[in-house]
């Protein structure tokens, strides 16, 4: 049997780490039918928007897709269609699993950290108000008329709204998680003591959830504090599970921890539906220089194998890129660092683990 699959190559670097991934997915024996789906500029010369509706059309269909970066212009341009793909898809869930493995360049070892991100409100909700519009100058007017502040007429406004449904449903992942692959402690993070009525709510809620899961510790962190903790002794936890700004955050510090961005895989999960992603954007500047690690793009295919019930071939992918890293010979740049000349590119990353998957 094949397995149905939305592959989105994205752009910047997307389509190379997306390249090498599938062939080391292909070389475990599953078998794949992949959709490709056109996304970023690619799909904005050729179909006029960053995000074509066929592409969520078959994510829904197919209900597993495996997808590359893709870049979003700063300040101008389109939206990002990370966003996008993540609020149409209902995506609530971003994970990342944050594990070293022997041989990367990092100050820690033996870390295996889960961060569990809520993934569609808080500031990226994307409800904006621009400096300068009368929408804005409304919006400024109703919050002195209501007696809230002061907000100065030319400032830009991002609103963060958090809801009790949405804290209540990703704390409820992150401990179901935890339940699952046997793991004994939660975290929430947040800012509580300043946010009141945003992140306070994030805490209550977090802590009315934890009552029905007595066999897993709970605490929660002031995220200053977090960040300041998870660098000075990260073996002190295991789950994570935040908002969306301190998630997406704490994810590039866990990813640091770890070896960097090139071993940090992901998934956004919503109900019934799965996309699997790196953490790393599109990292324009080595666009086609066959140059960034896809071992993080990588890890989120074992990911994904692992979801559609391939647990030997995930182990086995997993082993695989453990392998290479270990040996230290094919591995890109980011793992040669008094070395570079010594690194490879990511293609011949890929050989590298499809020998070792080949190796019996
Ligand atoms: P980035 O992750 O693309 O790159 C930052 C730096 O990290 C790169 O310059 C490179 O030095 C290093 N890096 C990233 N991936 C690497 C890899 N696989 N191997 C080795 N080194 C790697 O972050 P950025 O520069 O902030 O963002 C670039 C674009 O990507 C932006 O448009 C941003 O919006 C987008 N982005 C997309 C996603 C996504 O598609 N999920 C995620 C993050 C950022």
Redesign the pocket.
């Known amino acids: 049997m094949a397995y149905n699959v939305t592959l989105i190559p ?1 752009d ?3 389509p190379e ?1 997306t390249e090498a991934t599938k062939r080391v997915l292909e070389a475990t024996g599953v078998k794949f039918n992949w959709e490709i789906g056109e996304v ?1 500029s690619y799909a904005m010369e050729k179909y006029d928007t960053p995000l074509p509706a066929y592409v969520i059309e078959s994510v829904k269909k197919n209900k597993v897709a495996l ?8 300040g101008s341009g389109f939206r ?3 966003v996008a793909l993540r609020k149409e898809l209902e995506l609530f869930v971003c994970l990342r699993p944050c594990k070293t493995y022997p041989g990367v360049p990092s100050r820690f070892k033996d870390i295996d950290l889960i961060m569990v991100r809520e993934n569609l409100e808080d500031l990226y909700a994307g409800i904006e108000f621009e400096k300068g519009t009368p929408e804005a100058a409304n919006l400024i007017k109703f919050i002195a008329d209501a007696k809230k502040g002061a907000i100065r007429p030319d400032s830009g406004i991002s609103i963060k709204p958090i809801s009790e449904f949405r804290s209540k449903r990703i704390v409820k992942f992150a401990f179901d998680y935890a339940r699952q692959y046997h793991r004994k402690k939660v975290t929430a993070v947040h800012k509580a003591n300043i946010m009141k009525f945003s992140d306070g709510l994030f805490l209550a809620c977090a802590r009315e959830v934890a009552k029905d899961y007595p066999d897993i510790e709970f605490e929660d962190r002031i995220v200053d504090n977090m960040s300041m903790q998870l660098v000075q002794k990260p073996e002190a936890y295991d789950v994570l599970v935040a908002p969306n700004l301190y998630g997406d955050i704490l994810s ?1 510090l866990c990813a640091g921890l770890v070896g ?3 071993v940090a895989p ?1 998934a956004n999960l919503s109900a019934d539906l799965a996309l699997f ?10 666009t086609g220089m066959n ?7 990588m890890l989120s295919g074992m990911l994904m194998l692992r979801h559609l019930g391939e647990k030997e071939a995930g182990d086995r992918v997993e082993k695989a890129v453990a392998a290479v890293i270990a040996e230290g010979k094919d591995v ?3 793992f040669k660092p008094g070395a570079p000349d010594k690194a490879v590119g ?1 293609s011949q990353v890929a050989d590298a683990v499809i020998r070792k998957l080949q190796r019996k």
């Open positions: 994205g910047g670097v997307g780490v970023g997808k590359g970066p893709v870049t979003t212009p700063v990002s269609v990370n590039d960097g961005l090139g992901g992603e790196a953490t790393h954007g599109s990292a324009p500047k080595y140059k960034v690690n896809p071992m993080a793009m890109t740049y980011d990511t």
